[in-house]
């Protein structure tokens, strides 16, 4: 049976991209008439299946599996944030592709978190980091911390400067990258080892202020960039973490000496590190070490909301954002709080892959796919913002039953309907044809600042569809509770649900002709987050 059925979900894939579960069930039914009274029993088998290759089908033909290049033994992969704050929608691209290639290859992911820079540590971040991968479902099987290892980078750059390939600068900033730029090396290079040890000495001693040291690179190189870049700099601000240092190795020399201790075999990172990749590997090269094998993937674009970590904690302490998790943000904090599934998040990102185009992410299609996560679940109520009081005249009084969902058999709820109802202010027009969701139609006579006067019209669906009638929600002026949705942009929408709605904090419903929203607080009135449409 289940090969059968998973037969026709292919061939339904094939031909409109995507399998449906109501056609798939429909096909099967038809070829199979002795199972149409276990109709129950099948339907989760067919969601099962139908979702399985859904996976592998896109657009009508099998997608291309994701793979690493040149796999030879054991792959290590590692995912670095900075912790300067909780991880946001823009990390979430490297951490899925990373621990999916870790558990593809049976191979180990690394969580390394790059401290080096005390400026741009937030001592919380480093368990918020941890948190939002446990959510994310991105497996960790080690963790590393940069500023335990300064010892570490301490020995290779003095292995640098004693084989010449680093000395220790003091020229004016301004003054060696005027000379950079016109392929110049500065006085500095041509300092003996002994002299460049002795400063580098003095500087781990704190006995040096404004100095750095520098990677003898090519100094005619193309990009400007990469001749003598710096690989330690001078930086007394003290750790968050209680650290003693006085120097801090900077990015391209830290994680140069971590990927190859801690073995990493394959590098996926943005190619806006091309430069990077560049710079690194003159120490690859200078220590005598193989090079892992690296993968520049497109920039991802992201629009319309808010990733710098430094703006929002400076906005958390100003009160512009109530916290990490403000739904104005794209932290994975922040979507998770709306109702966004962490399934939805990993499926994007492994939908984007490693492209090498660049791509503007697309809110959109994660909502696509959330939508399909969540409505299966998701109970409906009637929800009606910014309400205005309606009168219908010369209507009758009637209770309207409603399924709490029109799949699964959550039960019913009740709307009563008196003669008059709250519906939403902007909706409506003086002169309008409108009809009442599953209650009847009416005509809008008369629209003053606080009531809508109206006339019952007529109780067929064909008169609302013949007068191209819009439907419209409606919330009983008696039994109604107070809801607040706070919304993406910042707003807050203040309105009424109906009286059955009584969730559960966290819980994800679906205020028809509205949105999905996930339930946050429940109190004198209920707070919901908005998710999307």
């Known amino acids: 049976m289940e090969d059968k059925i998973k037969e026709l979900a292919i061939k339904n894939a094939e031909k409109y991209g995507k399998a449906s579960v109501k056609a798939v069930l429909g096909m099967f039914l038809a070829e199979n008439k002795e199972y149409r009274d276990k109709v129950n029993e099948i339907k989760p088998i067919v969601e099962k299946i139908v979702e399985e290759v859904n996976k592998t089908y896109k657009g009508g033909k099998k997608k291309k599996e994701l793979e690493l290049p040149n796999v030879k033994d054991k792959v290590v992969l590692r995912f670095a944030p900075n912790p300067s704050g909780p991880l946001h929608i823009g990390h979430a691209r490297a951490a899925v592709l990373n621990d999916y290639f870790a558990k593809k290859y049976n191979g180990k992911l690394i969580l390394r978190l790059e401290d080096t820079d005390p400026k741009r540590v937030l001592p919380e971040a480093y368990d918020m980091i941890k948190e939002d991968l446990d959510w994310l479902n991105v497996k960790v099987d080690e963790t590393v911390i940069q500023s335990d290892r300064l010892n570490i980078y301490y020995k290779y750059g003095e292995e640098l400067i004693k084989k010449g390939y680093a000395y220790v600068c003091d020229c004016d900033p301004e003054k060696f990258r005027e000379l950079r730029n016109k392929g110049i090396p500065c006085k500095c290079r041509e300092r003996s080892v002994e002299e460049n040890l002795e400063l580098w000495s003095k500087m781990l001693n704190g006995e040096l202020e404004n100095v750095v040291v520098r990677l003898k690179t090519d ?315």
């Open 219 to 533: 100094i005619k190189h193309k990009n400007p960039s990469v001749r003598d870049f710096p690989i330690f700099r001078v930086e007394k601000t003290k750790h968050p973490r209680g650290i003693e240092a006085n120097v801090y190795p900077l990015m391209n020399l830290s994680v140069t000496v971590d990927d190859h201790l801690l073995n990493i075999t394959h590098v996926l990172r943005g190619k806006d590190h091309i430069v990077n990749t560049e710079k690194q590997k003159y120490i690859y090269k200078y220590l005598g070490w193989e090079t892992p094998e690296f993968i520049h993937y497109g920039i991802l674009k992201i629009e319309d909301t808010v990733l710098s970590t430094s703006k929002i904690y400076e906005g958390i302490k100003r009160g512009v954002y109530e916290g990490w998790d403000d739904v104005r943000l794209g932290t994975l904090r922040a979507l998770k709080r709306r109702g966004i599934k962490a399934e939805a998040i990993y499926k994007i990102m492994l939908d984007i892959g490693v492209k090498q185009s660049d791509i503007v992410f697309s809110w959109k299609n994660l909502y696509a796919i959330n939508k399909e996560l969540i409505d299966k679940e998701a109970k409906r109520y009637f929800y009606v913002w910014n309400p205005i009081k309606m009168i219908v005249n010369n209507s009758k009084e009637k209770v309207v039953k409603l399924r709490l969902h029109p799949e699964v058999d959550y039960g019913f709820r009740t709307l009563e309907f008196k003669g008059e109802a709250y519906v939403v202010k902007d909706e409506i027009k003086e002169g309008g044809f409108y009809r009442l969701m599953e209650l009847f139609n009416i005509v809008v006579k008369e629209v003053r600042d606080d009531l809508v006067v109206s006339e019952y019209h007529s109780e067929d669906f064909k008169e609302a569809r013949k007068n191209k009638a819009k439907i419209i929600h409606w919330i009983p002026t008696k039994d109604n509770k107070e809801v607040e949705v706070l919304m993406p942009d910042g707003e807050v929408k203040k309105g009424l649900a109906e009286k059955d709605f009584n969730p559960k904090v966290d819980e994800i419903i679906q205020f028809e002709r509205f949105g999905f929203c996930r339930v946050d607080k429940i109190g004198d009135k209920i707070v919901c987050c908005y998710a999307h449409r």
